[in-house]
């Protein structure tokens, strides 16, 4: 009994105003913060390797199967955070025997295994299929056996079945394009959707959560691409690096135009929950959503691309300029989806009072455990990057 007041005593200290019973304790915690990340990671990378497949951008190909591998990587962990946030984690299935036409976290289930199945792996697989016959005959041990695996019994490598690998490997990369939109738009639509809440009810929701993903994952290769090449002790190709910052900048650009016409037209509307959302963007949200989110992680990497646009200082200032910016970045995109995530079940629907979220360290949706899902697919890319190296396909020759 008394641990019980203890606990009821800590959740009123949280409570500023007004709230409702049911507000004290928010449902939605850092794993939700999480899940809309990552997959905008996802989307991001493939979007950025489809400009140099489907766009033609040949000065991006040195980073073409590094931002493939990328999206594989963080797409096999995107769902995890949902499930480890579910009270039984082990009936995640069920989403994909149970279909629902009008439940957009449903479709999702069915998006993703499309966006999986369909597009990544296949693209991949394709690309790669060349050299994994190859590796197949030249390698020992247990990389052998896994690339026999990998060839799916497929050994072909005459020149017509080679093009006919491009031709469906570039069909399958345009079909990915929209996919990639769904996959991460999708997203935006659930919070948008949300009428009873006016700090996610937006048409641009959908939009904004798509471009600021761009953002990410753009940044995200950039940084990767810096990694691997410092523990390759391998020159950096500045072209394509050039290249990648400049779509980094005008991209970015969407993203907070859009961002600053939502807080705009908010403003301009100035409905009945104006005051509370200006309390909350003033108050609990001022430190993630102005410092953060806006000044650190959008206006000085804008204005770090905007003057490297304009003025070209040598390739180490332009290195670490590049680096800084996009690890600026990826910290305001998760505290954009923080302040979205969160910030959206601080206030009261009473508008009268504000709730608080504090992290813990342990617990199934604590600190630790949030920590193990973005480790992961760094671990996942480092396997990936062993089994399929990119540096390596221009060295693979046929027998």
């Given at each position: 009994?008394?641990?019980?007041?203890?606990?009821?005593?800590?959740?009123?200290?949280?409570?500023?105003?007004?709230?409702?019973?049911?507000?004290?304790?928010?449902?939605?915690?850092?794993?939700?913060?999480?899940?809309?990340?990552?997959?905008?990671?996802?989307?991001?990378?493939?979007?950025?390797?489809?400009?140099?497949?489907?766009?033609?951008?040949?000065?991006?190909?040195?980073?073409?199967?590094?931002?493939?591998?990328?999206?594989?990587?963080?797409?096999?962990?995107?769902?995890?955070?949902?499930?480890?946030?579910?009270?039984?984690?082990?009936?995640?299935?069920?989403?994909?025997?149970?279909?629902?036409?009008?439940?957009?976290?449903?479709?999702?289930?069915?998006?993703?295994?499309?966006?999986?199945?369909?597009?990544?792996?296949?693209?991949?697989?394709?690309?790669?299929?060349?050299?994994?016959?190859?590796?197949?005959?030249?390698?020992?041990?247990?990389?052998?056996?896994?690339?026999?695996?990998?060839?799916?019994?497929?050994?072909?490598?005459?020149?017509?079945?080679?093009?006919w690998d491009e031709k469906i490997g570039y069909f399958v990369t345009v079909v990915g394009i929209p996919s990639a939109f769904l996959l991460h738009g999708y997203v935006g639509f659930i919070f948008g959707s949300v009428k009873a809440n006016p700090w996610w009810s937006t048409v641009l929701m959908p939009v904004i959560f798509l471009f600021s993903a761009m953002v990410s994952g753009i940044a995200l290769v950039l940084v990767i691409y810096m990694g691997v090449s410092y523990l390759r002790r391998k020159k950096i190709d500045m072209k394509a690096l050039d290249t990648i910052a400049k779509y980094l900048f005008y991209i970015l650009i969407l993203d907070f135009t859009l961002e600053g016409l939502d807080q705009v037209h908010r403003i301009y509307e100035a409905e009945e929950s104006f005051e509370i959302l200006s309390l909350l963007v003033h108050g609990p949200l001022f430190l993630t959503f102005f410092i953060f989110q806006i000044f650190l992680g959008t206006i000085i990497p804008l204005v770090s691309l905007g003057i490297l646009q304009l003025y070209k200082p040598g390739e180490m200032a332009r290195r670490t300029i590049y680096f800084i910016s996009s690890i600026l970045v990826l910290f305001g995109i998760f505290f954009m989806r923080w302040n979205v995530v969160i910030g959206g079940q601080l206030f009261s629907k009473s508008f009268y009072g504000f709730t608080d979220y504090k992290i813990r360290l342990a617990g199934s949706e604590g600190l630790l455990w949030s920590m193990v899902w973005i480790i992961l697919p760094f671990l996942i890319l480092a396997f990936l990057l062993w089994l399929l190296p990119p540096w390596k396909k221009a060295e693979a020759k046929s027998i």
């Open positions: 009994m008394q641990e019980h007041f203890q606990y009821l005593y800590e959740m009123l200290t949280q409570v500023q105003g007004y709230i409702y019973p049911n507000e004290i304790d928010l449902q939605w915690g850092l794993l939700i913060v999480l899940y809309p990340y990552i997959t905008g990671l996802v989307a991001g990378a493939f979007i950025l390797a489809s400009l140099e497949r489907v766009f033609n951008v040949k000065v991006l190909k040195p980073t073409y199967e590094l931002a493939l591998l990328t999206a594989l990587a963080f797409l096999l962990v995107a769902t995890m955070p949902l499930i480890s946030h579910l009270g039984h984690p082990e009936r995640f299935y069920e989403i994909m025997i149970t279909p629902h036409a009008d439940s957009a976290m449903a479709i999702f289930g069915f998006v993703y295994l499309w966006y999986l199945m369909v597009v990544l792996l296949l693209e991949i697989w394709f690309d790669y299929r060349r050299e994994i016959v190859i590796w197949s005959r030249q390698e020992k041990g247990l990389k052998k056996w896994l690339y026999k695996i990998l060839t799916l019994g497929v050994t072909d490598l005459s020149p017509r079945t080679l093009r």
